[in-house]
């Protein structure tokens, strides 16, 4: 998303709405993908040489559970601030912080849900599902 001085008059403000391709921002990593583009609605102001942002972001992120492997979607939604210095610069382009955001919000431990079960260290059932036929009793 990109930012034009030259389209700012008279202390009025700027409203942008685009959807990014997720593929464009890199931020497929591990356990945490993204299915779809994700949304950003963003209104700016330009004050002499400053520029604020105030964008929200809205995304579809799928995650594989740490516990037990299995895939779940999760929406993603964030309203952030950005303070820019644009002395000499023609374009403001936020699609770094946009994915700076994404990241800092990926939590380092992802369940599907907070009493997931796992798997079972001997056989590999997923323990959600119900008991395994092994003969270790695990704790419900």
């Not at 990014?20 to 993908?33: F, Q, S, T």
Request: hydrophobic share 40%; with cysteine; proline share 1%.
């Amino acid at each position: 998303m990109k930012f034009h001085m030259k389209d700012f008059r008279d202390d009025q403000s700027i409203l942008l709405e685009e959807e990014i391709e997720a593929g464009k921002l890199d931020i497929d990593i591990g356990v945490m993908r993204f299915s779809d583009a994700i949304l950003v609605k963003a209104q700016a102001w330009k004050i002499e040489q400053d520029l604020t942002i105030e964008a929200h972001i809205e995304a579809d992120r799928q995650f594989t559970c740490s516990l037990c492997l299995e895939e779940f979607h999760n929406v993603f939604e964030k309203d952030i601030t950005l303070h820019y210095d644009i002395k000499g610069l023609d374009s403001v382009t936020i699609d770094t912080d946009i994915r700076d955001e994404l990241l800092l919000e990926h939590p380092i431990r992802v369940l599907c849900r907070p009493d997931c079960r796992g798997l079972c260290a001997t056989c590999g059932a997923n323990l959600n599902e119900g008991a395994c036929k092994c003969k270790i009793n695990h704790k419900v």
